[in-house]
């Protein structure tokens, strides 16, 4: 015989994940023209920001070799000043369709940058406008 929270039980469990899911993170806010920014100015974000625009994603092909102590200078300089020209405030360290991350040091901590395989032919990450509450 089947007890009737067999059937019950799995669609209540659904809903309480549902709920509890898309009660949390970020909130993506529709994108609207920005000025462009100064690159020195971009935070890098290792997580979504409360709210925000995505301004896209923002690619290098240049200096992807990682120097002396892993140092990944040059590819944060570039994808900062590319994401600055956007108007971004801040660069996410997250891109769609990037398979693989490489860890090196840039001032000073280590980060994870996406990039689209080994070995590496670019760095990505999203440029994003970090909306004030």
Not at 27 to 39: D, K, L, N, S
Not at 103 to 124: C, E, H, R, S, W
């Amino acid at each position: 015989m089947k007890r009737w929270y067999s059937a019950v039980l799995p669609m209540g469990l659904c809903a309480l994940l549902a709920v509890a899911v898309g009660g949390c993170g970020s909130t993506i806010v529709p994108t609207t023209p920005h000025a462009p920014t100064e690159a020195s100015a971009v935070q890098i974000l290792e997580a979504a920001p409360s709210k925000y625009e995505v301004l896209g994603i923002v690619e290098t092909t240049e200096s992807l070799k990682w120097g002396e102590y892993a140092s990944i200078e040059p590819v944060m300089t570039a994808l900062k000043k590319k994401a600055a020209a956007l108007g971004a405030t801040g660069l996410l360290l997250d891109a769609a369709g990037a398979p693989v991350k490489a860890t090196g040091m840039y001032n000073g901590k280590a980060f994870q940058v996406p990039i689209d395989g080994l070995p590496a032919t670019k760095a990505m990450a999203t440029a994003v406008y970090i909306v004030k509450p």
